[in-house]
């Protein structure tokens, strides 16, 4: 192969060759998350939140094979409409390409884009992580994994509230992965601010967030870092109203056999049952959180 794998949106190319700060954007949230024309109000937003962070949004999908870091506003509405859009990883990106299909990318994969084109900072909603039961079903998110190999700060709301939050945290360490909580002692657990758990590190400041991750490169450590960014408490649902509603869904999807991939969408379609669609208002409210400091973060990088 003679030339990159991938291409820049004319913004995103423009902002690059400039040396201008640019933040990767996943599309999962897009095609998967919410319906048209709801899921494109949600894209335009966050976008122009890192516009209006002082960054360049960089909107990451494959489009009939094309690996697009960035996309022109009539290709967001095209995916934005786009029926039966395949889910990719690291696992499937380069079969999805090779074959000239379509699909949205991945916590994973949407790293791999970005550090292929020179992009240190990306914002998302939650990462994946360890399924609970994994101890049976060794369902273990490959977010982890590509936290520990690609160069590439994610920040996000924690992981979903709907997995194993201490097994998650504990595969982490593991891979050498540091988990960053933003301003507080605990990490976020999605759609709630604060959590049980003690977080492992704590930054305060976008500079020192972009500090820890120049520190890292120039050490020679591989991988990235995720900073765990707090939904605000006027959009948050509290701990005490979410997890009784998780283990109703939880028990929900026990008593109907869900399992395998079809357990997270199930748990997501659940809990916004029963919150009376109150979780997908948070969720929208926390990935304009997480696109507002990714901007501030990739301000601060003095690079791309």
């Known amino acids: ?5 991938f291409i820049r949106s004319k913004a995103v190319q423009s902002a690059f060759d400039a040396g201008r700060p640019i933040v ?4 999962t949230i ?19 939140t890192v516009r209006d962070g002082g960054a360049t949004p960089a909107t990451v999908a494959v ?5 697009l870091v960035g996309l022109e506003d009539n290709q967001l509405e095209e995916l934005a409409q786009t029926k039966g859009a395949a889910k990719l990883s690291r696992a499937d990106i380069a079969v999805c390409m090779a074959s000239k299909g379509t699909g949205a990318t991945t916590v994973a994969a949407t790293m791999i884009a970005a550090n292929l084109a020179g992009i240190s900072v990306f914002a998302t909603g939650g990462i994946g992580g360890v399924h609970r039961g994994a101890e049976e079903s060794f369902d273990i998110s490959a977010d982890l994994q590509e936290l520990a190999q690609t160069a590439v700060t994610v920040v996000a709301a924690g992981a979903k509230a709907i997995l194993d939050i201490p097994k998650t945290l504990e595969v982490l360490e593991t891979l ?19 959590s049980a758990h003690k977080a492992p590190l704590r930054l305060d400041t976008p500079l020192d967030i972009a500090n820890a991750h120049k520190m890292r490169g120039a050490l020679g450590l591989p991988g990235g870092q995720l900073v765990t960014n707090p939904i605000p408490e006027a959009d948050e649902i509290a701990r005490a109203e979410m997890d009784p509603v998780i283990e109703r ?8 056999g ?23 208002t948070a969720n929208i409210a926390l990935v304009l959180n997480n696109a507002a400091l990714a901007a501030r973060i990739a301000c601060e990088m003095g690079d791309n």
């Open 1 to 5: 192969m003679t030339t990159l794998p």
């Open 24 to 27: 990767a954007l996943e599309s």
């Open 30 to 48: 897009i095609t998967h998350g919410m319906p048209y024309p709801q899921n494109l109000q949600m894209a335009r937003k966050v976008e122009q």
């Open 63 to 67: 489009i009939e094979g094309r690996l």
């Open 176 to 194: 050498g992965v540091p988990v960053i909580a933003f301003g507080q002692d605990t990490v976020p657990a999605f759609w709630s601010a604060q």
């Open 249 to 256: 869904a939880l028990q929900d999807a026990l008593d109907h």
């Open 258 to 280: 869900i399992s395998g991939k079809s357990v997270t969408p199930y748990l997501l379609q659940r809990v916004f049952e029963l919150t009376k669609g109150r979780s997908l």
